[in-house]
Structure formats: structure tokens, C-alpha cells
T-cell receptor, first 109, second 113 residues
Framework: AQRVTQPEKLLSVFKGAPVELKCNYSYSGSPELFWYVQYSRQRLQLLLRHISRESIKGFTADLNKGETSFHLKKPFAQEEDSAMYYCALSGLGNNDMRFGAGTRLTVKP | KAGVTQTPRYLIKTRGQQVTLSCSPISGHRSVSWYQQTPGQGLQFLFEYFSETQRNKGNFPGRFSGRQFSNSRSEMNVSTLELGDSALYLC????????????FGSGTRLTVV
């Protein structure tokens, strides 16, 4: 069974401060990991995928298989980063994506 | 390119009734997944369809069913509605599956009274 844990329901930082949203997973096979974001009154949207090793809107996430983590990081938070962030896991090739409970990030001015 | 379209946006149903929700994926997307979102349980996976076949199913009772048509449009049905079925139902589509990530619709808000 696959499981995604986001230990923080709420996270608040000041503008310009670094931010890290934690995600831990449990899966016996090869995982595919994602971060999705939902801004106020908008649809849930893909932020980034571990397999593409990209940086989107200044966010990066590295898959650490040893620690089974996929934390989302940004060195300097902006107010427009305030949103709900979801970590998601799918087994490679199994097309069954499971989401964590989400972390609400608030960036204060 | 049109996004994922879900209809209707809002529904109010009475306990015991049944309901059908519709999802039109992005053109060319063949995989459609459904999720139930509630404040208490978050996003719960219902099922995933690809080329008219259900490939994966979440841990929901048999009252929840779905199907996909040859044009990749999908419907989900909930029979014998219960109060606890009140939720936002989200549909997401992708080209082949989860690998490239999902594009989500805005959801159907179902209220059971």
C-alpha cells in the first residue's frame, strides 16, 4: 500500500524567509512523486514532478529514497506562494495517485 | 486548449437518491481519475479509467461506480446516497496516466440532505 504523510497542516513564514514543506512516503516499489498546489479560488494544479528535476516558481524538491522523503523547498518565500500544497505519490506505471493531507502555507508580509 | 470540464458544478440531492457526475478531459487525454475531497479525509482516490477500462480502484463501497466512453469522457455514479457522501468530487485527466501529472477540473460540489 502507498501512503503519503505531510506532518504540518499549517505553516507560516515571513516574506523572504526560506520555506520547507515536508512530505514523507511509504511505498515498496519505485515511486513517482509530485507536488500539487491550490491557490485561493483556483483549481488544483501540478507544481512539479520528481522525475523532471525541475524548478518551478523557485520551488525545488529532491527525492530522498533513503529517508523516503520528498520535501518542497524555496529559498525566499513570496506572498503569492500562500496556498495549499499537496504531496502525491504514484507507483511507477501503476497510475494510482494518492495524496497527502496537504499543508496550508501562509507567507506574511 | 480547453481544460478539464466537470458538470454540474453544484448538486443537492436527498438521502437515498442516486447521482451522476460528468467529466470531459482535455482533448487527447485518455486517462481520467476521480477523487473525493472532504475537509476531514482530504483527497481520496476513487478510480482511474484508461481507454474505457477501469485500471485502478480506491477503497470505496460498491455504491460508487464509474465508466469511460470512447471519446474519453467519464461519468461517475453514486447510488443510495448517504449524508457522508457530501463532498467535492474532482476529476483529473492525463495523457496516459500519472507519469506526467494530472490536470484537474474545478469539481462538482455534492450536498446530500
Amino acid at each position: 500500500a502507498q501512503r503519503v504523510t505531510q506532518p504540518e497542516k499549517l505553516l507560516s513564514v515571513f516574506k523572504g524567509a526560506p520555506v520547507e514543506l515536508k512530505c514523507n512516503y511509504s511505498y515498496s516499489g519505485s515511486p513517482e512523486l509530485f507536488w500539487y498546489v491550490q491557490y485561493s479560488r483556483q483549481r488544483l494544479q501540478l507544481l512539479l514532478r520528481h522525475i523532471s528535476r525541475e524548478s518551478i516558481k523557485g520551488f525545488t524538491a529532491d527525492l530522498n529514497k533513503g529517508e523516503t522523503s520528498f520535501h518542497l523547498k524555496k529559498p525566499f518565500a513570496q506572498e503569492e506562494d500562500s496556498a495549499m500544497y499537496y504531496c502525491a505519490l504514484s507507483g511507477l506505471g501503476n497510475n494510482d495517485m494518492r495524496f497527502g493531507a496537504g499543508t496550508r502555507l501562509t507567507v506574511k508580509p | 486548449k480547453a481544460g478539464v470540464t466537470q458538470t454540474p458544478r453544484y448538486l443537492i440531492k436527498t438521502r437515498g437518491q442516486q447521482v451522476t457526475l460528468s467529466c470531459s478531459p482535455i482533448s487527447g487525454h485518455r486517462s481520467v481519475s476521480w477523487y473525493q475531497q472532504t475537509p476531514g479525509q482530504g483527497l481520496q482516490f476513487l478510480f482511474e479509467y484508461f481507454s474505457e477500462t477501469q485500471r485502478n480502484k480506491g477503497n470505496f463501497p460498491g455504491r460508487f461506480s464509474g465508466r469511460q466512453f470512447s471519446n474519453s469522457r467519464s461519468e461517475m455514479n453514486v447510488s443510495t446516497l448517504e449524508l457522508g457522501d457530501s463532498a467535492l468530487y474532482l476529476c483529473a485527466s492525463s495523457l496516459e496516466g500519472t507519469g506526467y501529472g494530472y490536470t484537474f477540473g474545478s469539481g462538482t460540489r455534492l450536498t446530500v440532505v
